[in-house]
């Protein structure tokens, strides 16, 4: 399996930004499909994000299309998540996963989690 560190979580104002960072170890990084999903108080995990082995293709949630953009920096085992236009719904925390599966945005189907990061949007 391999090994996730989130980072880059914060408290930021409606309509601002944050970028989250995902850095991976243990196995080789561009061997998975990488996703973010994201967890509120009471409410159970859902997605967000996910973007293939060599970042050909991504997917976005209809919560945050067009306002989150998904990256991946495969010579830096680093995966990325640029959040602009932040909506108080937005707060949770966020998680990012590892799948060796070719395609997939089911949490049930991801591997390997990181522990997540708190990601809170005031209004």
């Known amino acids: 399996q391999v090994q996730l560190v989130e980072s880059g979580g914060g408290l930021v104002q409606a309509g601002g930004s944050l970028r989250l960072s995902c850095a991976a170890s243990?196995?080789?990084?561009?061997?998975?499909?990488m996703g973010w999903f994201r967890q509120a108080p009471g409410k159970e995990r859902e997605f967000v994000s996910a973007?293939?082995?060599?970042?050909?293709?991504?997917y976005y949630a209809d919560s945050v299309k067009g306002r989150f953009t998904i990256s991946r920096d495969n010579a830096k085992n680093t995966l990325y998540l640029q959040m602009n236009s932040l909506k108080p719904e937005d707060t949770a925390v966020y998680y990012c996963?590892?799948?060796?599966?070719?395609?997939?945005?089911?949490?049930?189907?991801?591997?390997?989690w990181g522990q997540g990061t708190q990601v809170t949007v005031s209004s």
């Open positions: 973007i293939s082995w060599i970042g050909g293709s991504t």
């Open positions: 243990g196995r080789t990084f561009s061997g998975y499909v």
């Open positions: 996963a590892a799948t060796r599966r070719s395609w997939t945005t089911f949490p049930a189907h991801f591997d390997s």
